[in-house]
Structures are given as C-alpha cells and as structure tokens.
C-alpha cells in the first residue's frame, strides 16, 4: 500500500523517545536529504537543476561541510556559482535595467529568490507535508492511533501550528472536534506546563528566594526553546 511509506514512519516517530515526533521525521529525513544531495544526486540532473537554482540555506550548507566530501560539493558549488553568475549576465545586457521600477525589478526578484531558497529545506518540506496530511488521514481512519498520540509527549509548537492548519483544512467541524480538539487540549497542558516551570525558574533569581531549592530541570531554557521552536540540534 503506498501511503504504509508515510505511515510507518509515522508509528515510529511515536514509538520514538523524542520531545516530538514532527521534529523527529525532520531530522530524519534532513540526515537523508544531505546524504543524498552529496551521492546518487549527482548523478540526478532533476534534483541538480534543484541545487543549481536554489543552493542551500546557511544551516544546510553547514551539514554539507561537515560531511567532508570536498569533490561533490565542489562540484555542486560550482554548477550554482554559475547559475547565479547568468543572473548577472542577463541584467548587464538589459540596457533599461536601473530605469525598471524598483518593486517590480526583475534582478531585485532573482537574487532574492536564490538567496532566500534552500534545496535541502524544500526537499524536506515536501516529504514532511504528506507526513502531515497523513496523520491527519491516520487520525479517523486508524483505530487507536489518536489515544497513541495523547499517551506522548505532544509537539513542538511549530509543528503543532503547521499540524493545525493541516488539520482545518482537511477536516470537517466534526471530525475536528472529535480527533483534533483532544489534541490541542494536550497542547494546552503542555504549555501550561511549561509556563509554570519557567516561572518558577524566573522567581528563583529573585533575592528572597535565594538558597531556595528551585524544583524545575537544570535545562529548562533549552527544554522550553525546544519546545517553542523544535528541536534545536548542534
Ligand atoms: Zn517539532
Ligand atoms: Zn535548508
């Protein structure tokens, strides 16, 4: 069945001892993108043209380095570099270039678009937005998949805002208040939960709680970081 290719990945991100499980399937699949931009991609012209017209953003850029394989990224860096090198050839040989009006300037548009892309982040994105569709399709059609979901430890709040907008879209009043309402009272909890330990953590700076005893974990900034942003990585 095709959609088991979302599904499974689905249950073990569940099963997985992780903070959330949209944040666990990112970085799976980021550890994948990478790997793949710097092997069988290059033997892709598709996914190429992808990297010569986008690049990368400065996080992924960052992940390529680290894998220390000088030649492929070379070689990727110079097909981009290239690229980017015929933006510039167009505008010098457009004589009314610095006459275009400056919101519809078409050189303002391109270099904007190239740096503010990544092929890495858009590859992730498509593969993390069917995962998205289909938890919400795994909501009301899986038998207990919903109590598997409370019984965890719910999301990060960009993943549960990015969850939320999959989950008015695809269901209807109904099915929201039966499978998806339960979800954000467990969101709620959360963040109540995490509200009342980073104020605790806040009023034990305060002099006439000194030597206080402060029961919130060591890392509750990072702990609450991550669980306003995602998971933060290295
Ligand atoms: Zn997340
Ligand atoms: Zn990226």
Redesign the pocket.
């Known amino acids: 069945m095709k959609e088991k290719i979302y599904t499974i990945p689905i249950n073990e991100s569940l099963d997985a001892d992780c903070s959330?499980p949209?944040?666990f399937l990112e970085r799976k699949l980021e550890c994948e993108a990478i790997d793949y931009t710097l092997g069988a991609a290059m033997m892709e012209p598709d996914f190429r043209m992808i990297t010569n017209e986008k690049g990368f953003c400065k996080t992924h850029i960052k992940r390529l380095i680290e894998k220390r394989n000088a030649l492929s990224l070379a070689l990727i860096m110079d097909t981009h570099l290239a690229e980017i090198k015929s933006l510039f050839e167009l505008e010098n040989n457009e004589k009314s270039f610095f006459k275009k009006k400056k919101a519809d300037n078409p050189f303002v548009s391109a270099v904007a678009h190239v740096a503010g892309e990544c092929a890495v982040c858009s590859k992730i994105n498509h593969t993390l937005d069917r995962y998205f569709y289909t938890f919400i399709f795994m909501l009301k059609s899986e038998k207990g998949f919903l109590d598997k979901v409370l019984s965890k430890n719910g999301?990060?709040f960009?993943?549960f805002a990015k969850l939320t907008e999959f989950a008015f879209r695809e269901l209807s009043d109904r099915e929201i208040e039966k499978y998806f309402k339960p979800i954000i009272e467990l969101e709620e909890n959360k963040i109540a939960e995490y509200h009342e330990h980073i104020k605790k953590f806040a009023d034990s700076f305060d002099y006439r709680n000194a030597g206080k005893k402060c029961d919130v974990p060591k890392d509750i900034l990072t702990k609450t970081a991550e669980f306003l942003n995602?998971?933060i990585g290295d």
């Open positions: 959330c949209f944040c999301f990060c960009e993943h995602g998971e």
